[in-house]
């Protein structure tokens, strides 16, 4: 019986930079859903867990916070890891945003995506991170 990748939600509302996210997702052998706002996000979560959110924090319409909230009133979707992708990284704390299950702060001004894939090397099995 062949295992299914695990799913990595990309929820940005800036499709070139979330293309790069899934991209590098693809690469690590892992299976990426993207979805352009946190609505969007909330549904595909419905759908199926992620083994991982990389999540922007500010886009239209409700903000990487509402999802961050809503993610902790349930007892499956709170032990998400979340990686936050935000252009405001500098003007945010990791041990502000670690309770709500973030695990990575990354600076879309400066980050390179092999960042993403180290972080999701973190919390997914080595044998399917490359």
């Given at each position: ?5 695990p ?10 930079f979330?293309e ?15 979805a ?13 867990l992620?083994?991982?959110i990389?999540?922007d ?59 993403v ?14």
């Amino acid at each position: 019986m062949t295992q299914s990748p695990p799913r990595v939600l990309v929820i940005d509302d800036d499709q070139w930079f979330a293309e790069l996210q899934l991209a590098a997702v693809r690469r690590a052998g892992m299976a990426p859903v993207y979805a352009a706002d946190v609505l969007a996000g909330m549904a595909a979560l419905d759908e199926a867990l992620p083994a991982v959110i990389i999540l922007d924090m500010f886009m239209p319409g409700g903000n990487g916070l509402v999802l961050l909230h809503e993610l902790q009133s349930y007892s499956d979707t709170a032990r998400i890891p979340i990686i936050i992708c935000s252009n405001n990284a500098s003007d945010m704390a990791l041990a502000d945003l670690a309770p709500y299950g973030v695990v990575a702060l990354l600076d879309k001004t400066t980050m390179h995506p092999s960042d993403v894939t180290n972080v999701l090397g973190r919390y997914i099995p080595s044998e399917v991170v490359t």
